[in-house]
């Protein structure tokens, strides 16, 4: 029988070798045309196996050139013109030859430069823009240049003006301080950038050498970047040299291969070389590689399926969630888990929907039911118990700022119970916008208008309303374009005009929000005037423009509002978000599954904003039904909803499951005896639990600032702490109310399990309990102790799932 199986391993590693064999080998483009000084391409070679698929050869194909006099050959595929004339390349990969033409033409023609179209690109691609380097506020070292390249005028002027004219010298240009720093011959804080032979050091010493011509107006701008390949299928450990192409106003296009930035939104699935190289790793997945010149991106798909046979599976769909997840699992050759059992479905639908433990009277109830529509029906009754306003009320009162000591607690209060009153009445969720973008009247009476008292610029509340309600970033853009995406410095003023002119004022021994005013802002840069302007849409005229842009927001064609309502719940049910993060939605960084997120965006706007309809709607599905437990092929999976994933529970619903159990309230300050942690409206009301596990302090509107991550600190506390140990035996508390009550050891554990876990303890766990019960020298109650103690500090108890 091993001699067959042996045979069999044999023969079948003998096809898959011939399915990956190479049958062909094609160069793209097929015929190159190198016309003007300096001109590169990078030629991309491919390979078509026996089984269809398309690799990546590049980097292993060897090219020679019948005349080295007319082209040069360098790394990556890269063919410069040298001198005018035709010639032929050889290439050979995979045992295959191919031929491809070349022409070369007005290689001698004077080249001019431009320092924005030429040199700035430099400074993006090798980082002396950043942040983090000459691009901070105070420059480094005496030397500043705009972050990002947002303001090229300035950059020369810092090159040719300042530093007494060591920096560039035309006259001896190799002496320049710009070309000794940059290749290390000076010493340099940044270590050296280039190398001499580099066609970045050629550049650069030809532009010096031409007395650093000024920036000139007429040159052509650049309109469009696209990267080829688009996208590609990769086999675990495959490589992919991208090209990347700038479209320019005068109809050119220029390989930028060489100067632009490179970034991959999943590292995990793919990473990307500084030269624009992929390489697929060993995790199935799908991510985007973004790269940028200048102020234009473009986007490469890679996807990583799953090596080996192709994964069969059938699951009935709940809903039309189903089909799409499951027909992207496919794509991956991912298999889901299986359903989840009730006890795991009622933990979890629970702790997401309410942010609380079912009780143990709950989960043998829920566990006795036979009647095949339960899930819903529990879903239906966690949707109309207070306990759901409160935690959506807190998770919102987050993200809006509901900030006690901006506002003082009066106005904070009134701030929370406008949220919670909306969360509790379902109030559609683009009522609950308007509510904010378009609050006016004292700040005593109108809850949202707090809002304009926290955040108090108009910059500052345009970034804040797009990133809550569009998920969308655009703070960055106040100084220079985004780094990652289509938004400027007009689009920043365009946004902020909105509330240009809205203030806080004093009237009636009181203060309220007012407008006044035309809507508009400068241009932070220029100082034009920008009109108000939604993201991406026509400006607006009106004297109060928020309410135009309230309708834009909740407009069915808005390409932002309902995705983001759709991703952020998403995430709040998954754990990541189908765009992760959820308010960084941008072109570079696509959805994981964008066929879903439309669907799931088209129902929101279908069911009118109806955010009990959507949690029904995802809780329903059997995606989101789907068990922890991995299986072969998805054990590494952590974004496609092939099975539930461990999540952190947020502190506040940490602090609550802890004295449910233990039958110990805690105390805040300022709120009333028996107030739970998720009813807090106060952010500075926290007790060290709160702070160990990242409740977060209402600074910003970023989901970020509420920490997720586990931390040493957090083991530590629930594993040490004297708090949660008194809790534990404490003589009213549960645990010894348990003891008293229950005789049967079998029956305290079993208690234990479904208090602390929502469900039966297995065979195995209820031997070890019992048997600790009866054996412990400590005596009964000690022992019932332990094991809560225990338990408590499982996986298990501290995170959903």
């Not at 000084?37 to 991309?44: D, F, Q, V």
Request: proline content about 6%; charged content about 25%.
């Amino acid at each position: 029988m091993s001699r067959m199986l042996l045979i069999l391993a044999v023969l079948g590693s003998a096809a898959i070798a011939r399915a990956n064999e190479v049958v062909a080998i094609a160069a793209d483009p097929p015929r190159l045309v190198l016309d003007g000084p300096a001109s590169r391409w990078t030629l991309l070679i491919s390979g078509q196996t026996a089984s269809g698929k398309t690799t990546d050869l590049t980097a292993k194909a060897v090219v020679t050139a019948a005349d080295s006099k007319i082209v040069q050959l360098r790394p990556h595929g890269v063919v410069r013109g040298v001198r005018d004339g035709e010639t032929t390349l050889r290439v050979e990969a995979s045992g295959r030859t191919i031929t491809v033409p070349v022409t070369v033409s007005n290689s001698t023609k004077p080249r001019t430069f431009d320092f924005e179209m030429d040199i700035e690109p430099m400074f993006g691609r090798f980082g002396c823009n950043s942040a983090g380097c000459h691009g901070k506020a105070e420059g480094q070292n005496g030397f500043k240049l705009s972050v990002f390249g947002y303001d090229p005028q300035a950059d020369l002027d810092a090159l040719v003006k300042e530093g007494r004219g060591r920096r560039l010298f035309p006259s001896a240009p190799e002496s320049s301080l710009l070309l000794a720093k940059a290749t290390g011959r000076v010493p340099h804080g940044g270590g050296s950038k280039i190398s001499r032979n580099s066609e970045a050091y050629e550049t650069l010493l030809a532009w010096v050498t031409s007395a650093s011509s000024p920036k000139n107006e007429d040159v052509p701008k650049p309109t469009s970047l696209r990267v080829e390949p688009a996208e590609r299928v990769f086999d675990f450990g495959s490589e992919q040299q991208l090209r990347v192409i700038v479209r320019y106003s005068d109809g050119r296009d220029v390989d930028v291969t060489h100067l632009a930035r490179y970034q991959s939104n999943r590292d995990a699935v793919a990473i990307v070389s500084e030269d624009g190289t992929i390489t697929a790793k060993d995790i199935p997945g799908e991510a985007a590689v973004m790269a940028a010149y200048l102020n234009e991106v473009a986007v490469f798909r890679v996807l990583v399926p799953r090596p080996g046979e192709p994964v069969k599976f059938e699951r009935p769909a709940n809903n039309f969630i189903d089909p799409l997840v499951d027909a992207k699992l496919r794509k991956l050759n991912i298999a889901p888990s299986e359903l989840a059992e009730d006890a795991e479905f009622l933990r979890r639908v629970s702790l997401d929907i309410i942010g609380t433990l079912p009780t143990s009277v709950e989960a043998r109830r829920f566990l006795a039911d036979t009647g095949k529509d339960k899930r819903a029906k529990l879903v239906e009754s966690l949707l109309a118990r207070p306990e759901y306003a409160d935690l959506w009320a807190l998770k919102w009162a987050d993200l809006l700022r509901v900030d006690r000591a901006a506002l003082g607690p009066k106005r904070a209060y009134n701030y929370y119970r406008w949220i919670r009153q909306s969360v509790a009445a379902n109030d559609s969720f683009d009522k609950l916008a308007r509510g904010i973008v378009t609050a006016e009247g004292p700040l005593d009476e109108v809850g949202p208008a707090n809002f304009y008292q926290v955040v108090k610029k108009p910059g500052e509340r345009a970034n804040a309303i797009s990133q809550v309600f569009l998920g969308v970033r655009v703070a960055c853009a106040e100084c220079h374009h985004h780094p990652f995406d289509r938004w400027g410095q007009e689009d920043y003023a365009g946004l902020s005009a909105f509330f240009s002119g809205i203030s806080v004022n004093k009237m009636a021994g009181t203060e309220a929000v007012a407008s006044a005013g035309k809507a508009t802002a400068k241009h932070p840069r220029t100082g034009a005037v920008i009109p108000a302007t939604p993201l991406g849409a026509p400006a607006v005229e009106a004297e109060d423009a928020r309410h135009a842009l309230a309708d834009w927001m909740a407009a069915p064609e808005n390409p932002y509002f309902a995705r983001n309502l759709a991703n952020r719940m998403w995430a709040h049910l998954f754990g990541p978000g189908l765009v992760d993060p959820v308010d960084d939605v941008r072109a570079t960084n696509p959805p994981s599954n964008p066929q879903l997120l439309d669907a799931l965006a088209k129902h929101v706007v279908d069911s009118k904003f109806d955010v009990k309809q959507l949690i029904r709607t995802i809780t329903a599905s059997r995606a989101y039904q789907t068990a922890c437990k991995p299986t072969d092929s998805n054990a590494k999976d952590d974004r496609n909803a092939s099975r539930s994933l461990f999540r952190p529970v947020p502190a506040e619903v940490l602090a609550d499951m802890l004295s449910q159990v233990t039958g110990v309230t805690d105390t805040y300050f300022g709120a009333p005896d028996g107030t739970r942690a998720i009813q807090l409206w106060d952010s500075e009301s926290a007790t060290y639990l709160l702070k160990t596990f990242g409740r977060p302090f209402r600074l910003t509107v970023c989901e970020c600032e509420r920490v997720t991550e586990p931390t040493l600190a957090g083991v530590l506390h629930t594993l040490n702490s004297d708090e949660i140990v008194d809790k534990l035996r404490h003589e009213g508390g549960a645990i010894a109310r348990l003891v008293r009550s229950t005789p049967d050891d079998d029956k305290l554990g079993e208690e234990l399990s479904l208090a602390f876990l929502s469900r039966f303890p297995t065979k195995a766990e209820r031997a070890t309990m019992t048997t600790h019960l009866k054996s412990s020298t400590a005596g009964r109650r000690a022992a019932a102790e332990d094991l809560a103690w225990a338990l408590l500090n499982t996986r298990e108890f501290q995170q959903n799932h």
